[in-house]
C-alpha cells in the first residue's frame, strides 16, 4: 500500500472527491485509514489538511504527478472506519460536501489535556458526620450542614450534584475536607460502581405498562432482532424509568448506551438518576463544554472507561466500540435537526447507526412528531403507550380562556380572573405556581385587543416589535414606524404590545403578591453556567412559590408541590408562518400543562388565548393527542406536507437579489424539465430579506424521499460549474423551520 486516498478539509463541492497521494517510506505503516495528514495541493503546493479515506497499491495518474503526504497533523485524532460510513450516510441524505459531513460525525480533532471528573467520596462514619452535622446546625451553616447530610445518605456524590442539586460551593467542600468528613476521588480513578451506590435508590417497582415495554425491548435485543420504538407515554408516565432499566440491561450485556435529550430538558434530576444507577460509569455532554471536554469524554468512551452517555444531538457520535442502545428522549424537539449543513436529523442517523451496530432504538414523547407517530401506526415503528402516571396521580384539570371576553368583562391585567382565583388559592395553601410563556412567536409584537389583528411589517412577512416610546421596529429589516392609535382592522382604540417579556411578568407578579418569593428563568437569568440549575434546585427546595418562564421551564422538571400552571399568550407561537406552528403550539401547551399535579395533590391548569377555538389549544387542553394527530395529519395531506408529502427546500442566499433570483429560476427550471414533479417556487423566503442578503426558495415535493435526494445531487453538480458570484445554496431536506 504505497498511495493515499485523501479528502480535503474544504466545503467546496469542487474539491469533494477524493485525492491520490505518495506514502514516503518514513510515513508507511504509520498513515492509515482515517489518519488526518498534511498534503501539498494545487499548483502552488499550498499545505492543506485531509483525512486518508483508502489505502491502495496502485493509481490510475502518471507516477511523476503524484505527490507525498508530508506527515500526520501533529495531536491529531484518528476517525474510524464506521465515521466514514456515517458521514457518508449523511452526506448522501442530506448534500453538503463528505469533509463537512466528517466534521460532524468526528467532532473533537485535537488532543487536549483531559480535564478531570471529580467524585466526593465519604471518609468518616455515619455517626461522626451526623454529630458534625448537628454543629453546622448550631452554627447556621446551612450548606455545609446539606453536604454533610449528603454524604450520610450517599457514600460518594458526583461533583456535578454538588454545585447543581446540593448548591454547596466549591469553599464549603474544602472545609468539608477539611473536617475529614470526605475527599476527592478524581477520575483517573474509574472504577466499576459499587453495589452499594446502586442500592442507594429504592428499586421501584415497574407498572404493567412499564414492564411490557422493557420486556419486549429486550426480549428482541436478546434473540438479535433490536428494531426501532416509540414510547407514546404521557408527562410523568414513568418514560425515564423505562430508560434506566433497558440501559441497565444493555449494559449488563457489555454493550453500550447513547441517550439523546435535547440540552433544556437535561436536568439535574434526570441526571441524578442516571449517576444514582451508574455511578461514573455515565458521563455528560453538553454545549458549553470546550473541545478538550468533548475529546475527554470521547476518549474515555473509545477506553471503555464509561458505558453511558448522555447529551444532545451530537452524543450520538460517541466513539463506543459496541452500542447496544440508543434512547432518544422528546423525540419530537427540533433541537433534534441540525441547523448547520448538512442539515441533518438525529433521529433518522440514529437510525442508521443503530442498523450498523445492531443496536435497538427507542424513541419517547408525550407529543410524539407526527412523523414519527404515522411510521408507528403504519407499523414501521413499534408503538408502546403509557397512559398513567407512574405516580397515580391525575392529569390536571385544563381550562381555556378566551382573552377577549376577559377584555370585554372589563379585565385588563394579563391574568385571566379563573387564573388570578386560582393562583390565590395556590398560594394560601402553600403550593407552587409556574407561569409560562410561549415565546416562540415574536416578542413585544403590537396586537388588537378586541379582534387580535397585529401589525405587520409593510415589507417583510414579520410582526412589528414596540421599542422606546411608540415607536414599532422591525427585527429583520430595520422599518421604524409609529404605533398607530387605532386598530388598522377594527378600529378598536385598544392596540397594546403583547409584553411577552418575562421580565414585565415578573414586576406584575411582584406588584400582586409583594410578600411571595419569585424565581423567573429565561434566557438573561440563565446565562452564566450553573444558573440553569440553581433556579431549579432553589424552586424544587420550595425557596419560592412562583416561578416564571419561557418554554424552557416546560421540560422534563418534576415539582410534585406545582398544583397551578398558567400559560400567558398560547396563540403567539400560532402566528409563525410554518407548516409545523400548530404541532409546535400543541407540543409546548400539552408539556406546560403536564407540569401541574406531578405530585400527590391535583393540579390546574389555564391556557389563555385569543384563539380558543384553535385544534392545537383544544386537544392541548384535553390532553387528546391523538385528536390531534388527526386533525394535523389532515392539514398536512390536504396541503401536501410531511409526511404526508417529504420535502426539499432550496434555499438561495445573496447580496444581489437578481442574480440570487435568477439562479433559483435557472435551477426551478431544470428541475421543472425533468418531469413529474411538485415544485414550487422560486418565492421569496418567508423573510425575504436578513441583512442585506436575499433569500430565495424552491420547494420539491414528492412522496419518494430518494427522488428528491437525486434532484438535491443534480442541483449541487448543476451549480458546480456555474459562476455563482456573493449567491450561496443550501438544502433542506423535511425542513423544521420555514425561512
Ligand atoms: P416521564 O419520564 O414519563 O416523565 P418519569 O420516569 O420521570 O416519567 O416518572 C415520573 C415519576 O414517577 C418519577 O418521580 C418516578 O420516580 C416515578 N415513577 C416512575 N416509575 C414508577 C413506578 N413504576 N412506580 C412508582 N413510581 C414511579
Ligand atoms: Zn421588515
Ligand atoms: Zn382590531
Redesign the pocket.
Known amino acids: 500500500m504505497i498511495y493515499a486516498d485523501v479528502i480535503l478539509d474544504v466545503s467546496i463541492e469542487k474539491l469533494d472527491r477524493p485525492f491520490s497521494y505518495r506514502i514516503p517510506e518514513r510515513l508507511s505503516g504509520i498513515v492509515c485509514v482515517g489518519s488526518r495528514v498534511r498534503i501539498p495541493f494545487g499548483a502552488g503546493n499550498t499545505e492543506k489538511k485531509g483525512y486518508v479515506t483508502a489505502l491502495k497499491d496502485t493509481v490510475q495518474y502518471e507516477e511523476d504527478k503524484i505527490k507525498d503526504i508530508l506527515g500526520i497533523v501533529e495531536g491529531s485524532v484518528e476517525a474510524e472506519d464506521r465515521s466514514f460510513e456515517i458521514a457518508a450516510f449523511i452526506k448522501e441524505s442530506y448534500g453538503g460536501t463528505l469533509s463537512q459531513a466528517l466534521k460532524v460525525v468526528i467532532p473533537a480533532k485535537a488532543k487536549v489535556k483531559p480535564v478531570e471528573l471529580k467524585t466526593l467520596v465519604r471518609k468518616m462514619d455515619i455517626e461522626e458526620l451526623s454529630s458534625l452535622a448537628a454543629e453546622c446546625s448550631r452554627k447556621n451553616q446551612k450548606a455545609k450542614e446539606r453536604l454533610l447530610r449528603a454524604l450520610m445518605e450517599n457514600e460518594r456524590i458526583p461533583s456535578p450534584w454538588i454545585a447543581g442539586k446540593l448548591r454547596v460551593s466549591a469553599s464549603t467542600v474544602t472545609s468539608v475536607i477539611k473536617s475529614g468528613a470526605a475527599f476527592y476521588e478524581t477520575s483517573s480513578e474509574y472504577r466499576k460502581p459499587a453495589v452499594s451506590d446502586i442500592e442507594n435508590t429504592d428499586p ?4 404493567d405498562e ?1 414492564r411490557n415495554v422493557v420486556e419486549s425491548v429486550s426480549r428482541d435485543m436478546e434473540c438479535g432482532h433490536p428494531g426501532t420504538y416509540l414510547i407514546h ?11 434506566i432499566r433497558l440501559a441497565e440491561k444493555t449494559v449488563l450485556s457489555g454493550r453500550q448506551v447513547i441517550f439523546l435529550i435535547p440540552e433544556i430538558a437535561l436536568t439535574y434530576q ?1 441526571l441524578a ?1 442516571f449517576y444514582a444507577k451508574f455511578g461514573d460509569r455515565v458521563s455528560v455532554l453538553n454545549s458549553t463544554m470546550s473541545p478538550g471536554e468533548r475529546y475527554d469524554q470521547c476518549e474515555r468512551a473509545k477506553k471503555g472507561d464509561i458505558d453511558i452517555i448522555i447529551g444532545p444531538r451530537s452524543a450520538l457520535f460517541t466513539p463506543f466500540s459496541n452500542v447496544g442502545l440508543i434512547i432518544m ?1 422528546e423525540e419530537h424537539e427540533s433541537s433534534y435537526k441540525s441547523e448547520n449543513t448538512p442539515k441533518y436529523h438525529a433521529r433518522e442517523v440514529a437510525k442508521k447507526i443503530a442498523s450498523l451496530q445492531n443496536a435497538a432504538f427507542v424513541m ?1 414523547s ?1 407529543t410524539p412528531s407526527i412523523e414519527s407517530y404515522s411510521l408507528a401506526l403504519a407499523g414501521e415503528i413499534t408503538l408502546f403507550k ?1 397512559n398513567e ?3 397515580g396521580g391525575e392529569l390536571p384539570e385544563t381550562s381555556i380562556v378566551d382573552l377577549r371576553k376577559e377584555l370585554s368583562s372589563g379585565n385588563r391585567s394579563i391574568f385571566s380572573r379563573k387564573l388570578k382565583g386560582l393562583m390565590d388559592e395556590a398560594l394560601s395553601k402553600g403550593e407552587q405556581i409556574m407561569l409560562f410563556l410561549n415565546r416562540r412567536g415574536f416578542s413585544g409584537q403590537v396586537s388588537c385587543r378586541e379582534c387580535g389583528k397585529v401589525i405587520m411589517c409593510p415589507h417583510c412577512d414579520v410582526p412589528m416589535s414596540l421599542h422606546t416610546g411608540s415607536r414599532l421596529m422591525c427585527h429583520y429589516c430595520g422599518e421604524i414606524m409609529e404605533k398607530p392609535s387605532n386598530c388598522p382592522s377594527c378600529g378598536s382604540g385598544y392596540l397594546a404590545a403583547i409584553k411577552a417579556g418575562t421580565e414585565q411578568v415578573e414586576d406584575r407578579i411582584r406588584k400582586l403578591y409583594p410578600d411571595v418569593n419569585v424565581l423567573r428563568m429565561d434566557k438573561d437569568t440563565t446565562s452564566a453556567k450553573g444558573s440553569f440549575d440553581k433556579i431549579l434546585s432553589e424552586f424544587s427546595n420550595g425557596e419560592a412559590q412562583i416561578l416564571i418562564g419561557t418554554q424552557m421551564i416546560v421540560k ?1 422538571h ?1 415539582f410534585p408541590n406545582v398544583t397551578v400552571v398558567g400559560i400567558l399568550a398560547a396563540d403567539l407561537s400560532l402566528g409563525v408562518p410554518d407548516f409545523r406552528s400548530a404541532e409546535r403550539t400543541f407540543q409546548l401547551l400539552a408539556q406546560a400543562c403536564g407540569r401541574a399535579g ?1 405530585g400527590e395533590k391535583p393540579g390546574a391548569a389555564v391556557i389563555q388565548t385569543y384563539q380558543p377555538d384553535h385544534y392545537a389549544v383544544r386537544c392541548a387542553a384535553a390532553q387528546d393527542y391523538e385528536a390531534f394527530y388527526e386533525e394535523e395529519t389532515a392539514f398536512r395531506e390536504t396541503a401536501g406536507y410531511p409526511p404526508a408529502l417529504h420535502m426539499l427546500c432550496i434555499q438561495f442566499f445573496g447580496t444581489d437579489e437578481k442574480k440570487t433570483s435568477l439562479l433559483a429560476q435557472e435551477l426551478a427550471g431544470v428541475i421543472k424539465s425533468k418531469g413529474r414533479i411538485r415544485v414550487l417556487g422560486p418565492a421569496p423566503a418567508n423573510v425575504s430579506k436578513v441583512k442585506d442578503y436575499h433569500r430565495f426558495v424552491i420547494y420539491v415535493k414528492d412522496p419518494d424521499l430518494s427522488r428528491l435526494s437525486e434532484i438535491r445531487t443534480g442541483a449541487e453538480e448543476f451549480f458546480k460549474d456555474k459562476d455563482m458570484g456573493s449567491v450561496f445554496v443550501q438544502f433542506d431536506t423535511d425542513p423544521m423551520n420555514a425561512i
Open positions: 421501584l417497582s415497574l407498572n412499564q407515554g404521557i408527562t410523568g408516565s414513568g418514560k425515564t424509568e423505562v430508560y434526570t438518576r428522549d419517547g408525550a403509557l402516571r407512574a405516580t422534563g418534576d406531578r
